[in-house]
């Protein structure tokens, strides 16, 4: 069973910046899938940024050109750098792996197996 463990969210002025990390316990095999989506109060777990180990990367419109994805093999992690953070970007953030063989990595919550406990950010 895969364990996901996220960290460095925290509280920012607008503008600021945070990365998030996730330290996934197992090594995905070839062809896996690993992505950040973030859920606010009262609303839906929303997609944001997804891996694909190949290096294929996909964003949601309104984090493109702040937010970038990447993972670092040594250590296993997944990470989340966040640039200009705006006040909607406030959010519980969560990250997730896909348990099965994928091709793109879908910011669609069912396409994720497993998934972290999540982080709190807070831009105010």
């Known amino acids: 069973h895969v364990q996901l463990v996220e960290s460095g969210g925290g509280s920012v002025q607008p503008g600021g910046s945070l990365r998030l990390s996730c330290t996934i316990s197992e090594t995905p095999s070839p062809g896996y899938c690993v992505g950040w989506f973030r859920q606010a109060p009262g609303q839906g777990r929303e997609g944001i940024a997804g891996f694909h180990s190949q290096g294929r990367t996909r964003y949601t419109d309104s984090v493109k050109g702040r937010f970038t994805i990447s993972k670092d093999n040594a250590t296993n992690t997944l990470l989340l750098q966040m640039n200009s953070l705006k006040p909607e970007d406030s959010s519980m953030y969560y990250c997730?792996?896909?348990?099965?063989?994928?091709?793109?990595?879908?910011?669609?919550?069912?396409?994720?197996?497993?998934w972290g406990q999540g982080t709190q950010v807070t831009v105010s």
């Open positions: 997730a792996s896909r348990g099965a063989y994928c091709v793109l990595p879908y910011l669609i919550e069912s396409y994720y197996d497993y």
